[in-house]
């Protein structure tokens, strides 16, 4: 029976186990609401592959006249599969450290920052992973929506870069997201926290923003009530230095028209669902986020804890997802 996360942590009597996901549902607002296929075991081999059919092009009906015969269609579907991703880290730590720790728990730090590390892996692959190019990852919604009728906005930029021209083209700008949200039925928009602050400016200025509040305590922002959702940064370490990437990528260079574009960033649009929208697979069970804590009981000077995750994210019906293109953000 597919689960979100949330209800896979009710299900767990592992209290640490709970913690874990806590801390995923808390620094992610997509794992909320992600509904997550739980079905997929190994058979025959050692791959977790999830099968499915994909919704391409929908039957239609048409009239006839007397005597004459309805011209046949078909809905046009695929058959597709995803294999499932395993990816989180580990961290050592000496059991010296644990036992002369006071009220600074070292052991709890080391092991929520391993949490943000995965979670913000999963964002950035969610978008941007690519299966062809890195065997490792599984595929995002940049590949996916590539060339489908719900990639809008590639003939031509729209400039929101700055006051004026977001006043400029207000109307271009909001025309552009609610032919994306009406096309997808879309239940969130997904961006990086340059392009949300000009679709909140944007929705404040023609009167469509709304805030509440979710189940953390956090602002939530919407309009019409679609989400807004800031899939934040993915951070990598080179050469001993942190390097932040926008998990949907901000200050893109295109040639449009024949001519070369800066500044531009995407805004992608989902429908949740696991019989006909975007959703998430996972193993058979409710285990999609396991953690495995270091025992300081047993012999050996350094202890390995590990965070890790098995999954992979699907779209089941093509119109239930889409991205616009080229908005001019910088």
């Known amino acids: 029976m597919p689960m979100t996360l949330a209800e896979m942590k009710v299900g767990m009597s592992d209290k640490v186990a709970q913690q874990v996901v806590d801390i995923f549902l808390r620094?992610?607002?997509?794992?909320?609401?992600?509904?997550?296929?739980?079905?997929?075991?190994?058979?025959?081999?050692?791959?977790?592959?999830?099968?499915?059919?994909?919704?391409?092009?929908?039957?239609?009906?048409?009239?006839?006249?007397?005597?004459?015969?309805?011209?046949?269609?078909?809905?046009?579907?695929?058959?597709?599969?995803?294999?499932?991703?395993?990816?989180?880290?580990?961290?050592?730590?000496?059991?010296?450290?644990?036992?002369?720790?006071?009220?600074?728990?070292?052991?709890?730090?080391?092991?929520?920052?391993?949490?943000?590390?995965?979670?913000?892996?999963?964002?950035?692959?969610?978008?941007?992973?690519?299966a062809t190019t890195h065997t490792e990852q599984f595929d995002g919604l940049d590949k996916m929506l590539a060339g489908t009728s719900t990639e809008f906005g590639t003939g031509a930029a729209i400039d929101v870069s700055t006051a004026a021209s977001l006043k400029t083209n207000a109307d271009q700008f909001y025309e552009a997201l609610q032919l994306l949200i009406k096309n997808t039925d879309a239940d969130a928009l997904l961006m990086n926290s340059s392009a949300i602050a000009k679709v909140q400016t944007l929705a404040r200025v023609l009167g469509y923003k709304t805030e509440t509040e979710e189940a953390f305590g956090r602002k939530v922002t919407s309009m019409d009530g679609v989400r807004f959702m800031d899939l934040g940064s993915h951070y990598t370490v080179t050469s001993g230095a942190a390097v932040a990437n926008a998990v949907v990528p901000s200050g893109i260079t295109r040639t449009i028209s024949s001519a070369s574009v800066t500044g531009l960033t995407d805004i992608y649009a989902v429908k949740f669902g696991v019989e006909d929208g975007f959703h998430g697979v996972s193993l058979t069970g409710s285990n999609a986020v396991r953690a495995y804590v270091p025992d300081f009981d047993q012999p050996g000077a350094v202890k390995t804890g590990e965070v890790e995750m098995v999954a992979a994210t699907v779209l089941k019906n093509t119109a239930h997802a889409g991205v616009l293109r080229n908005i001019k953000i910088a």
Not at 91 to 115: P, T
Not at 117 to 123: N, Q, T
């Open 27 to 130: 620094e992610s607002e997509i794992l909320q609401l992600l509904p997550f296929d739980n079905c997929v075991s190994p058979s025959g081999g050692s791959t977790l592959t999830y099968s499915y059919i994909q919704k391409l092009l929908p039957s239609v009906a048409a009239f006839r006249n007397l005597n004459s015969e309805y011209t046949a269609n078909q809905a046009t579907v695929q058959k597709k599969s995803a294999d499932l991703k395993i990816f989180g880290g580990s961290f050592q730590m000496d059991r010296v450290l644990k036992q002369s720790e006071g009220r600074y728990n070292n052991m709890a730090f080391q092991m929520q920052e391993k949490i943000l590390a995965a979670i913000s892996l999963f964002h950035y692959t969610l978008v941007n992973g690519d």
